[in-house]
């Protein structure tokens, strides 16, 4: 009988700091499970699949372009449906896996929390997946904590925009 090496799932996290930006006024931004894609960078596409947005068990669509590696013109589409395992608005923490898509990602479950700091807040983002093929760890790491910075920016912007206009 040969033996079968299971390789153990990679486990990452990523951090960003938003100073100034209060948790109660980030957290509705993340709340809003098909809203992703405002955020998100390399996402085109968040639509709603299934249920209520914010209530265990609904599915988003997650939808957006790869450019090639190779110099070509040609880009393919990266989807994804992920469904909402659990959510804590009291806590400010929210968990979802990929249950389809494209990506090569299997037994993906994330958590993603908005913790409250002195001078503004953090967020959170936990993964564990299957290891992927095609990638190392490190890829991972460097694709989930860069898309984390570049939403905790725009989430930054969206709040501004809208004390201007509150201003106005």
């Not at 299934?50 to 013109?73: I, L, M, N, Q, T």
Request: aromatic letters at 12%; glycine letters at 8%.
């Amino acid at each position: 009988m040969e033996a079968v090496q299971q390789q153990a799932k990679w486990k990452g996290e990523a951090k960003t700091d938003l100073p100034g930006a209060k948790a109660e006024l980030i957290w509705p931004l993340l709340e809003d499970f098909f809203g992703l894609d405002k955020w998100f960078p390399t996402l085109s596409t968040c639509i709603p699949v299934e249920g209520v947005s914010g209530k265990p068990g609904c599915v988003r669509f997650c939808a957006g372009f790869k450019s090639p590696v190779d110099g070509s013109d040609k880009q393919t589409v990266n989807w994804t449906k992920q469904k909402l395992l659990f959510i804590d608005p009291t806590h400010m923490t929210f968990s979802y896996s990929i249950i389809d898509g494209n990506v090569g990602f299997h037994s993906y479950v994330s958590t993603v929390t908005v913790l409250p700091k002195e001078d503004g807040c953090e967020i959170q983002w936990l993964y564990e997946v299957e290891p992927v093929e095609g990638w190392r760890l490190e890829q991972l790491d460097y694709f989930i904590g860069t898309g984390l910075n570049v939403m905790a920016r725009r989430m930054e912007e969206a709040l501004c925009a809208m004390e201007d206009a509150l201003r106005a």
